[in-house]
């Protein structure tokens, strides 16, 4: 076994590990995918500020986020198709965030259900809605959300239709995937995918299969949720959700100053600036980028969180100085699942945390708490800079 000391290490190992379509599935953004590329580049034009003789010891990166104890600014982003990254991969990852002190978030379009996740694991998770077309399914799936224990519901807003990926397209992602000669080749060379994948029963999106009316088998399942995701989802619609719900509201896929004043006038509890990875609008600003801006118009009215982009423990301090509460980590714990599974998924949080530790001994704090601006060198994060100073002049102009 390699010794692992970075995300990277354990992407590589994934790439290696995972079938081509669901690999790249993780690993691929929406048409160019610069926006993807972006989302990781432009922390690298943060530049942290170095400080010595300080005293450095009794370090801690816990926090109270909504109300909640966590043993670090951290939280696992919903990811689709995770339990095809892995057997049963939303149950491994839920494990591994609850070891590591942290909330799980279970995507709608997971492979493993809500109810999988509640029965194996005893603290509770996050669940992620999609909003369709079939509201009566959509309560639901709220209420079975809340009967699991679920304490938040994290509404994603970016996806009303999804971004073209050329390489789903090229690959004919589907789940389970369709045996054509070249995925059957594809799959032989993925013995321990494949192994797991023929010792478990969850093979198909969790949350939907057995659960909508008319939907027995994969090909009306393919259809339905293709034709499900609703492009009329609204600001109004949000009022309705968050009274079915009644519990913590967040909402994810904020990248503009406007949706978060919006997001902050709908009652929602948090918010978080995301562009969806790349997967979604090409071209778009990074979620780095926006985020200075987005914190700076809400100030301390809401929380706000951070996802797109993170690889590193570094890149998670970077955004509490712009501005975030906490990230959600996508990516980086794919590849540790696709990697090793649930010890895969435990390295990765082990890893960001080290890194974040680290990072803050050295910037001279002792206290993840208490880290702003400050830690940042001033004047490397332009378009930081160029976005809360717009800011700034709306404001003067008003």
């Not at 982003?77 to 002190?101: F, K, N, Q, S, Y």
């Not at 949000?238 to 079915?244: A, G, T, V």
């Not at 890194?355 to 601006?373: F, K, P, S, W």
């Amino acid at each position: 076994m390699p010794t692992i000391t970075c995300i990277e290490d354990l992407r590589l190992m994934a790439e290696r590990r995972v079938p081509r379509m669901f690999y790249d599935y993780v690993d691929g953004g929406s048409w160019t995918e610069s926006t993807y590329r972006a989302n990781q580049a432009e922390f690298a034009d943060i530049k942290l500020r170095q400080r010595v003789a300080r005293n450095i010891e009794n370090r801690s990166l816990k926090i109270n986020s909504l109300g909640i104890d966590m043993a670090m600014p951290l939280a696992i982003a919903p990811t689709g198709l995770a339990g095809m990254v892995h057997a049963d991969g939303e149950i491994l990852a839920a494990r591994a965030a609850t070891a590591a002190g942290i909330r799980y978030t279970l995507s709608t379009v997971s492979i493993c259900s809500i109810e999988d996740i509640a029965d194996a694991i005893a603290s509770p998770f996050w669940f992620q809605l999609y909003v369709m077309r079939d509201r009566e399914f959509i309560g639901r799936l709220i209420d079975r959300a809340k009967a699991a224990g679920c304490d938040a519901l994290v509404l994603t807003l970016d996806l009303q239709l999804s971004g073209q990926r050329h390489k789903d397209l090229k690959n004919g992602l589907s789940t389970p995937p369709r045996l054509t000669p070249a995925n059957v080749l594809n799959l032989l060379s993925k013995p321990r995918w494949l192994k797991g994948m023929m010792c478990t029963r969850r093979h198909y999106f969790g949350n939907i299969m057995g659960h909508v009316k008319g939907v027995d088998d994969l090909r009306q399942l393919a259809n339905w949720t293709y034709d499900q995701f609703d492009p009329r989802l609204n600001w109004d619609d949000i009022q309705w959700i968050k009274e079915r719900w009644g519990g913590t509201l967040i909402l994810k896929g904020i990248l503009d100053v406007e949706d978060a004043r919006m997001a902050l006038a709908s009652g929602a509890d948090a918010i978080v600036v995301s562009n969806h990875g790349g997967r979604q609008l090409d071209g778009a600003a990074s979620s780095i980028s926006m985020l200075p801006a987005i914190a700076e118009a809400i100030g301390n009215r809401m929380e706000v969180w951070f996802d797109s982009g993170i690889r590193s423990g570094q890149d998670v301090i970077k955004a509490l100085a712009l501005g975030a509460k906490g990230a959600m980590l996508g990516r980086a714990h794919l590849y540790g699942l696709g990697a090793m599974g649930q010890a895969g998924v435990a390295k990765a949080l082990e890893i960001i945390a080290t890194e974040m530790d680290l990072t803050l001994a050295l910037c001279g704090h002792t206290n993840v708490q208490d880290i702003d601006r400050s830690i940042l060198l001033p004047g490397t994060y332009s378009q930081a800079d160029w976005t809360c100073s717009e800011l700034r002049r709306e404001k003067t102009l008003a």
